[in-house]
């Protein structure tokens, strides 16, 4: 079946070294992925996205490379901030169909 | 712009009670609409599909009769949590995909800030 998983669980970085949390992925046919970051006690909500006809997209502080090759995505954050901390879920959108399948999630913690 | 709502915002029911939990994309027509639900330390997990006018479709496990979810109209989206147990107590999330036009993918969905239902 389709399934969207996290290498790590959880992840303590530095503040103000760079963040990079992985994802991989099994269905080859996947081709929309999207980064979803959900505070305690809140919605998801929306980091960046990026299409499978790409290998990498640049946000505000945020980067997300897609190897296709290995089925995997990374997300990475740049000078990580205390605001940072949260959940992080990488996410398998199917294209038109608008039907997300979330990963387990990477808690991102931040040392001052 | 592309705000979702969720109402109430916790709620706390006996068991055996129903529970409506409201769904509204503000400033946006939502042509769907999606359930999730999340149990502590937990990721989302998808319970429903709905489309306006149409009747939701619910992922392999759900039960429909359950979990009553209604989209009265392209703003509005409802689920219902009948006879409610202690086991349905979770994290209730919904989203709302955007029309074309908004800006993001047109397949971009917008996470409401979640319901909190504890049955005792």
């Known amino acids: 079946g389709e399934s969207v998983g996290l290498h790590l669980p959880t992840l303590s970085v530095q503040e103000g070294d760079n963040s990079i949390i992985n994802c991989a992925y099994s269905?080859?046919?996947?081709?929309?992925f999207i980064w979803y970051k959900q505070e305690s006690g809140k919605g998801p909500q929306f980091i960046i996205d990026?299409?499978?006809?790409?290998d990498k997209r640049q946000g505000q502080r945020v980067t997300v490379l897609l190897n296709k090759t290995v089925k995997h995505l990374s997300l990475q954050i740049a000078a990580t901030q205390p605001g940072d901390s949260a959940v992080y879920f990488c996410?398998?959108?199917?294209?038109?169909?608008?039907?997300?399948?979330f990963g387990s999630g990477t808690r991102l913690s931040i040392r001052p | 712009g592309a705000v979702v709502s969720q109402h109430p915002s916790w709620v706390i029911c006996k068991s055996g009670t129903s529970v409506k939990i409201e769904c509204r994309s503000l400033d946006f027509q939502a042509t769907t609409m999606f359930w999730y639900r999340q149990f502590p330390k937990q990721s989302l997990m998808l319970m429903a599909t709905?489309?306006?006018?149409?009747?939701?479709?619910?992922e392999q496990g759900v039960e429909k009769d359950k979990f009553l979810i209604n989209h009265a109209s392209l703003t509005l989206s409802t689920l219902t949590v009948t006879s409610a147990h202690p086991e349905d107590s979770s994290f209730y999330i919904c989203?709302?995909?955007?029309?074309?036009?908004?800006?993001?993918?047109?397949?971009?969905?917008?996470f409401g800030p979640g319901t909190r239902l504890t049955v005792l």
């Open positions: 996410a398998d959108g199917y294209s038109s169909a608008s039907k997300i399948i």
């Open positions: 269905n080859s046919a996947s081709d929309y």
């Open positions: 709905s489309n306006e006018g149409s009747k939701a479709t619910y």
């Open positions: 990026i299409r499978s006809n790409m």
């Open positions: 989203s709302a995909s955007s029309p074309v036009g908004l800006a993001g993918a047109v397949d971009t969905q917008y």
